[in-house]
């Protein structure tokens, strides 16, 4: 597998070739889907001019692959095939644009474009079942690292500041709760021209957070040293301003 970036380079897992740079800041931005952390690592990655690392899209796209491979279906309760899953996952070359239009990352996978559908609720929850093998995460691991290698970078994910970038300059959680993190979804839905059932949505949610909070691998979970963040109450400035304030706390430099 590999993903190439902004640049178009390449990121092969098994490039050793290169002699790297000693570090480039890291920010990490984790926590559970609907904190606002996609908003935060945007903001962030455009003020800084850093990579962004989109973590939860490279579990979708593997999640939705292996979908349309037939090697998952919607049964959470289905036995899945590890091995296959890892084939897979070995096999998909990934990139990443940033969009500024839609204010995200467009991904292509093998050459053509994911679109939207990476982003569903469903895909978010085929993401959630390959997510819990050691074997995949592990594809992963070496990939994201890399990122870190070529320029600043902000990360948002479960992982980051806990498996992925252990020593990052800033770690933050930001989190919500499972009810206003189900209102935004039904709100964005609705403003989407969309119809959505705030219990349904509401079910879904705390589903992902039980699976992604109690793997054995890499759960959900804050860093020792994070900053705890509960964005329930909070609009999306205020909880960028105040993630900013943390950075520059921390010694990151914004010129603005
Ligand atoms: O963040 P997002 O909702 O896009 O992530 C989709 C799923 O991918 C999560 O529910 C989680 O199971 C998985 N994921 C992960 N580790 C990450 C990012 C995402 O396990 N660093």
């Avoid at 800041?25 to 889907?33: A, N």
């Avoid at 992925?164 to 839905?189: G, H, I, M």
Wanted: charged share 25%.
């Amino acid at each position: 597998m590999t993903v190439s970036t902004a640049d178009n380079t390449p990121l092969s897992s098994d490039d050793t070739s290169q002699v790297k740079p000693l570090r480039y800041p890291v920010i990490c931005i984790d926590g559970p889907s609907g904190a606002g952390k996609g908003t935060v690592t945007w903001r962030l990655a455009q003020a800084l001019d850093y990579q962004l690392l989109d973590s939860g899209a490279l579990y979708r796209i593997v999640g939705l692959k292996a979908f349309e491979a037939g090697l998952i279906t919607a049964d959470t309760n289905q036995t899945i095939d590890e091995t296959a899953v890892l084939a897979l996952t070995q096999s998909l070359e990934i990139a990443f644009v940033p969009n500024n239009k839609s204010g995200r990352v467009d991904i292509l996978v093998n050459g053509e474009a994911v679109g939207e559908q990476v982003r569903n609720e469903t895909v978010g929850g085929y993401a959630s079942q390959i997510a819990v093998f050691p074997t995949v995460r592990q594809a992963l691991l070496k990939l994201q690292q890399d990122m870190a290698t070529r320029s600043g970078l902000v990360a948002d994910g479960r992982d980051m500041g806990t498996v992925v970038f252990p020593d990052a300059d800033v770690k933050v959680y930001l989190t919500a709760s499972a009810e206003a993190r189900a209102e935004r979804r039904v709100t964005q839905l609705l403003n989407a021209g969309q119809t959505a059932d705030f219990e349904a949505i509401l079910t879904t949610i705390k589903a992902r957070d039980e699976r992604d909070e109690n793997r054995t691998t890499a759960p959900s979970k804050p860093a020792e040293d994070a900053l705890l963040l509960d964005s329930s109450t909070l609009d999306a400035n205020t909880v960028y301003e105040q993630v900013k304030k943390h950075c520059q706390d921390q010694g990151i430099c914004f010129n603005s």
